[in-house]
């Protein structure tokens, strides 16, 4: 360094100098360079993807609780009590969401807070579905309670008494009741027997309607609290948005009893590999197969895990050097043993009738229904042939377990999962089949241990011509057309109810043999109650045409104008579905402006309503020539009565007047007070086509007229 004159020597050491938490760069002062100032940065946080993961899981589940909480509070003005729900599931979530990152761990008091708070919220909003559509949304709910309450108050055997009292007796819509490929209802009690011993100690308790629906929720409440507290700490979290899914609440509250059985399949589910395993020091060594067996009294769907389960301890047990067979003989006679203690009773006093009913929903040719592949076949008008579907079931399930048995080191885990997959072939392919058993599903999967069994080679021969002869069937069930083919002819509408009441149908038979068919219609995806006709049941020849008019049986069967529907024709011998085109919904529809008028309007003044055409999406259509109706009436509190306005200076209380759209696609409506009347006038224009019934009903236009 030369002093006296400011020159600045750079000194660097020999390395960089480090410490555990923090990196340290040395640089010389310019103005003094005997002095060096270190510049300190920090190092960012570390964390292991383990718990950061957690962290965000946590993070969030609280997230979705704030959605459910505002959510919720949208029922505030129908219940005193929801806006304080809402308001602390809110804050807890928004604390929690603070508590999580300044403590960089998630405390299971926290964890617990959380549930608490989406327990409230199950509660809540169920409720407030309830409140909305009191009514059951399935006969099985109602069939069940009803089993219930003949048991409990009357003694009665249920698998000998009919079920149809229950569906007036809890408001069961027509369109929510069981049909027959013949068109006949399902009357009787469909599942094991604790499917409806479940719901003995709420009516037992005092509570009859909606007893079913409290039960179900409670038991959707307990599965969220099991599947937290068996599930690996790392993915408890998932636990909350799953419970506090609108779509799950949905089902619960509206009639899907899965519910009942799921915390017993959780169990089960849980540690399944360690039943008689001498080190487990759980009661996963014992508890498996008497859960699986409470859980197959309550629905058919669990009775599918059951062989999966029994193979896989038949391995475990060959794997630790225990006998697989005794293994194996031991865990499914506990199994039926939990079974029979529930069926046994009822089974004694009358074993046709119970095997009839627990058989129902495997015999009794049900209609086709659901989310899955029949889908092609209902909507997009593919194959109609529906015993390919039956098979296509049954081989599925072949093949699931060839892929179990053949690569089971991989499979010991995924097999849970196979079963929803196998649920999405058959011609009753509810959702609710593929999603109620996943809470079960994380926990089976999660929960097991690694193996070393790689599997039997024979089982994948199996796989492979299963696989092969399902493929076949599902080809067939969307390639081999039915007997017979639909065509609409015709309809006839409610008017401005905007529904259909009477379809002529043309039906031609194409086969050799006689056919006698029953027709439903499909709108938004569910099918309604059976339309009849005069001439019911019409049998159509072979190599015959035939025009069938149809009536529809209630005002929930008749579909809307403005949605689209199918015409659907069944026969059960052979189980067939035949489809007519879909019915689209009209590409124009009127708009009515201005669309709302604010202020009385004095008689003898003149308003103008103008009508313009529009698309589906609201765009507006430049289209001349098309004759639009303008109607007027009054909706009274004592019943309907005429308007008695005038339209275009029409004769005092004409309805409807029509005019033509010109070349925009307008018309221009004047309207005037002729009298006051103590309620509004309500106008409604709609479209009135060459041939056909009108479609495209326009918003409503309410105006008070004052003297």
């Known amino acids: 360094m030369d002093g006296g004159h400011g020159t600045t020597v750079l000194l660097t050491p020999p390395r960089p100098v480090t410490t555990a938490r923090q990196d340290i760069h040395w640089h010389v002062d310019e103005q003094v360079a005997t002095t060096f100032k270190p510049t300190v940065i920090p190092r960012p946080y570390r964390q292991d993807t383990d718990s950061l993961g957690v962290l965000v899981g946590w993070s969030a589940a609280a997230a979705w609780l704030l959605l459910v909480g505002i959510e919720t509070w949208t029922g505030s003005v129908l219940v005193a009590w929801i806006l304080p729900i809402s308001l602390v599931a809110e804050l807890t979530a928004l604390g929690a969401l603070v508590l999580i990152w300044s403590r960089r761990a998630v405390p299971q008091w926290l964890q617990v807070t959380l549930l608490v708070c989406a327990a409230l919220t199950i509660l809540s909003r169920c409720y407030l579905l309830v409140l909305g559509k009191p009514s059951y949304g399935t006969d099985e709910i109602a069939f ?15 698998y000998t008494h009919t079920m149809a009292p229950a569906l007036n007796m809890f408001q069961v819509p027509d369109i929510y009741h069981t049909y027959t490929l013949s068109g006949q209802e399902v009357s009787r009690v469909s599942y094991p027997a604790g499917s409806f011993l479940a719901y003995v100690p709420a009516l037992w308790a005092g509570l009859r309607m909606q007893a079913a629906v409290v039960v179900d929720v409670l038991a959707w409440v307990v599965t969220m609290f099991l599947g937290w507290r068996l599930l ?17 609440l949905g089902y619960i509250a509206g009639g899907v009893s899965d519910s009942i059985y799921l915390p017993f399949l959780i169990v089960a589910y849980w540690r399944w590999d360690r039943f008689g395993d001498p080190t487990e020091k759980s009661v996963a060594r014992w508890i498996g197969p008497i859960m699986i067996g409470l859980a197959a009294t309550v629905k058919q769907t669990p009775w599918f895990a059951v062989p999966f389960l029994v193979v896989g301890v038949a391995i475990e047990a060959h794997q630790r050097g ?104 058959p011609n009753r392919s509810f959702a609710s089949y593929m999603l109620m058993m996943v809470p079960a599903i994380l926990v089976g999967t999660t929960t097991v241990r690694e193996t070393t069994a790689q599997g039997w080679r024979m089982a994948r021969l199996v796989f492979a011509g299963g696989l092969a002869a399902t493929a076949a069937c599902l080809v067939a069930a969307l390639t081999l057309k039915p007997s017979l083919s639909l065509q609409v002819v015709g309809e006839r509408s409610t008017g401005q109810l905007e529904s259909i009441d009477h379809l002529a149908v043309r039906v031609t038979n194409h086969s050799g043999s006689p056919v006698t068919p029953h027709f439903t219609i499909t709108p938004a995806g569910q099918q309604t109650s059976f339309w009849y006709s005069n001439h019911s049941p019409l049998t159509i020849r072979p190599h015959a ?25 069944f026969s059960d011998n052979p189980a067939q579905i035949a489809t007519s085109s879909t019915i689209r919904p009209p590409t124009e529809s009127a708009f009515l402006t201005p669309q709302g008028v604010d202020r009385p309007v004095r008689l003898g003044t003149s308003t103008e309503l103008t009508v313009q055409l529009v698309n589906q999406i609201g765009g507006s259509r430049a289209t001349k020539g098309v004759t639009v109706a303008l109607g007027q009436i009054v909706y009274s509190q004592d019943g309907l009565l005429p308007g008695e306005a005038s339209i275009d200076g029409q004769a005092e209380a004409q309805t409807p007047v029509l005019r033509q759209t010109d070349r925009t696609g307008k018309v221009v409506f004047t309207v005037s007070g002729v009298q006051a009347q103590q309620d509004p006038v309500f106008f409604q224009a709609w479209l009135v086509p060459s041939s056909g019934v009108p479609t495209g009903y326009s918003n409503i236009v309410s105006m008070q007229f004052s003297g």
Do not use: C
Not at 144 to 158: K, S
Not at 232 to 248: C, D, G, K
């Open 144 to 158: 069940d309670q009803y089993a219930a309450q003949l048991l409990l108050f009357h003694g009665l055997n249920p």
């Open 232 to 248: 690996p700490s790392q993915v408890r979290w998932v636990v909350i948005p799953i419970a506090t899914e609108f779509l799950y």
């Open 322 to 425: 225990q006998s697989w067979f005794r293994m194996a003989a031991r865990y499914l006679a506990l199994a039926l043993a939990a079974f029979a203690v529930v069926n046994l009773p009822f089974l004694v006093m009358n074993p046709t009738a119970w095997v009839r009913g627990v058989l129902t929903p495997l015999e009794a040719h049900l209609i086709p229904s659901g989310q899955g592949l029949v889908g092609l076949t209902m909507f997009e008008h593919l194959g109609g042939q529906l015993r390919f579907y039956t098979y296509a079931s049954v081989l599925v399930v072949v093949v699931a377990l060839g892929v179990y048995l053949g690569w089971y080191k991989t499979a010991k885990r995924v097999w849970p999962a196979l079963l929803p997959l196998a649920f999405f072939w």
């Open 545 to 569: 045409t035939a025009v069938e008019n149809l009536e529809a049986p209630n005002t929930e069967s008749m579909p809307g104008m403005n949605g689209g529907f199918i015409v659907d024709a």
